[in-house]
């Protein structure tokens, strides 16, 4: 299993996961690489919620030589994957591969950078547009943001989600890399949640960015710097 507990998270230590990662970190990753690799990630990450959270069954099948029992995955068509934009969008894109089936929906939110973090370290979070699909008991939701910084975001789509979700089976956080402070935030607030990311960083800066972190997940990917 490559998905260990921590305090308040699940911590996906998969090679490969934290290889994407790592050259994600780096300055000199340009824009085509670094899409390509949160789409890789996206992709890794899928694969380690189906294996780590999701059940299987035995199942007959006929192959063509005689019946056998094979074994599928249950509840691959009961999943829905929230994008938080713009940065998850390649995110998503690789989670995808894992779960093609997937009903999608978005929210646009992003935090005040002007106004900054207030003395309990939290942005005030503007959300411009909702669209989620309808959301059933059986489902498995997962929230696709690269980077929990201070959680105001996350916390902010979260009550968005469970607004309109009255029941649901499953509910993942995932990120990239995450910050402690973000990580407790969005715990505490919605202890529902499991919390998955490949990496748990240092800590915030003044500004609410984490350290050492990626820089903009979004401007990198979409080269709007």
Do not use: W
């Not at 309990?120 to 939701?141: C, H, M, N, Q, R």
């Not at 690269?146 to 916390?155: D, I, W």
Request: charged fraction near 30%; hydrophobic fraction near 40%; charge should be negative.
């Amino acid at each position: 299993m490559t998905i260990e507990d921590r305090d308040d998270a699940h911590l996906i230590t998969h090679a490969l996961a934290k290889d994407t990662l790592s050259r994600l970190r780096d300055v000199e990753t340009e824009q085509v690489a670094f899409r390509k690799g949160l789409v890789k990630l996206g992709r890794i990450c899928g694969y380690e919620i189906i294996d780590g959270a999701m059940e299987t069954e035995y199942v007959p099948v006929e192959t063509p030589l005689e019946e056998t029992t094979g074994e599928r995955v249950k509840g691959l068509d009961d999943v829905v994957i929230i994008n938080v934009l713009r940065a998850a969008t390649p995110f998503v894109e690789g989670l995808l591969k894992a779960f093609p089936r997937a009903k999608q929906g978005v929210i646009s939110a992003g935090r005040d950078e002007e106004a900054g973090m207030n003395e309990a370290g939290e942005f005030p979070i503007t959300i411009d547009y909702v669209k989620l699909p309808e959301i059933s008991s059986d489902d498995t939701i997962i929230v696709a943001d690269p980077m929990l910084a201070t959680g105001s975001t996350m916390c902010a789509v979260l009550d968005h989600i469970l607004a309109e979700a009255d029941a649901y089976e499953n509910l993942f956080v995932l990120s990239a890399v995450s910050a402690p402070d973000g990580l407790v935030r969005v715990s505490e607030g919605f202890p529902d949640a499991d919390l998955l990311t490949v990496a748990i960083d240092d800590h915030l800066n003044e500004d609410g960015f984490i350290i050492p972190g990626l820089g903009d997940a979004g401007d990198r990917a979409f080269r709007t710097t």
